[in-house]
């Protein structure tokens, strides 16, 4: 069975850093397209950034190009999210996800995690 856990989210000020971790377990991570998705407050999730398999392939929404980094260790089953200079409107839950294709929506994936918060104040 397939599980996905996130963790490293929490509460920060504007300008800080935070790195989220998802750890995978139950089949082999480098045959998943994974990604990291967000629902801010009161709005639907949408991608954040997405990785292929092999880590070959990466795509980030404009809202985070420059900032965020999504980077993934096969060897370790996980991937990672590295998130600089946060802002409040990055304020989200935050989700892994895993799938067959590198697609945008959530409903190119196949497996989630249950999320981990982060909240950016000013």
């Known amino acids: 069975q397939v599980q996905l856990v996130e963790s490293g989210g929490g509460l920060v000020q504007t300008g800080d850093s935070l790195r989220l971790s998802c750890a995978f377990s139950g089949r082999a991570v480098s045959t998943f397209a994974m990604a990291w998705f967000r629902r801010p407050p009161g709005r639907a999730r949408w991608l954040v950034a997405s990785?292929?398999?092999?880590?070959?392939?990466?795509v980030y929404a404009d809202s985070v190009k420059g900032r965020f980094t999504i980077s993934r260790d096969n060897a370790k089953n996980a991937i990672y999210l590295q998130m600089n200079d946060l802002k409040p409107d990055d304020t989200a839950v935050y989700y892994c996800?895993?799938?067959?294709?590198?697609?945008?929506?959530?409903?190119?994936?196949?497996?989630w995690g249950q999320g981990t918060q982060v909240t950016v104040f000013s």
């Open positions: 990785i292929s398999g092999a880590g070959d392939n990466i």
């Open positions: 996800a895993a799938g067959g294709l590198q697609g945008r929506t959530v409903g190119d994936y196949d497996y």
